[in-house]
């Protein structure tokens, strides 16, 4: 939240919305190795619900942090009449269990701090330098060449083998 305040903007309209509606974009990394890892094939019927899982769980995770820095420091601007604010955020996603229900009640009272969580960007080099896969794509081979900047770099899929 803060990188929000702090960043330098070479475009003044790109402030004005960060500040207006100071979304950030939690992403992913690794998830086909956590795949992997748990023997879940990406075809599977239960790869679907291992998905909504995860999802599931970054996105309430998501939510009540930015609900709890908004305790502190105060809404987005543009959360009164926002589907936080009136519970269709909720609604739209069926999040009908007690504590969704215990988390949309925080949310009406407290707020938001951010009015947009999660995002789906790459993530490459972050995900090479931490050993892992990159974003949420599949990974198609166990090695294979990716070319940057007139570089040809080879790339390895982590803990993929014959049985993953």
Known sequence: DNVIDLNYYSVPFAEVTNKKYRAIGLGTSGYHHMLANNLIHWTEDEHKEFADDVYERINYHAIKASM???KEKGRYSC????DWDNGNYFELREYKSEKWNLLREEVNTYGMRNGYLIAVAPNGSTATI???SEGIDPVMARFWLEEKKGSIIPKTAPNLNEEN
Do not use: R
């Open 79 to 82: 959360f009164e009449g926002s």
């Open 68 to 70: 709890t820095i908004s």
């Open 130 to 132: 931490a050993g892992t």
